[in-house]
């Protein structure tokens, strides 16, 4: 049973930067991508980036390339994500989520609880 905890969520004025953690656990990720999805309100959730556990291939998504760079770290099962240079349209319930896929991250079977990232103007 995969089980995915994000942590680091809170809040930031715009132009900082926040790291977000996912701990992933119940299995090997070898073959998975993981990533981060986000949901702002009255929003549908949206991609933001993902990787290959294996391969460390990385998607963004336009609004965040230049500004967010996703990582993972295989020995602790930790996925990352830092974020710098946030606006407030950043604000917005951050998801980690996993795949059985090498490909970018577009159907998730496992979803962390989320965590609240709100960017002040």
């Known amino acids: 049973q995969v089980q995915l905890v994000e942590s680091g969520g809170g809040l930031v004025q715009a132009g900082g930067s926040l790291r977000l953690s996912c701990a992933a656990s119940g299995g090997t990720f070898s073959w998975y991508s993981v990533g981060w999805f986000r949901q702002a309100p009255g929003k549908e959730r949206e991609f933001v980036a993902s990787i290959s556990w294996s391969g460390g291939r990385t998607f963004y998504a336009d609004s965040v390339k230049g500004r967010f760079t996703i990582s993972r770290n295989s020995n602790k099962n930790t996925l990352y994500l830092q974020m710098n240079s946030l606006k407030p349209e950043d604000t917005a319930v951050y998801y980690c989520?996993?795949?059985?896929?090498?490909?970018?991250?577009?159907?998730?079977?496992?979803w962390g609880q989320g965590t609240q990232v709100t960017v002040s103007s």
């Open positions: 989520a996993a795949e059985f896929t090498d490909q970018e991250l577009s159907e998730p079977s496992y």
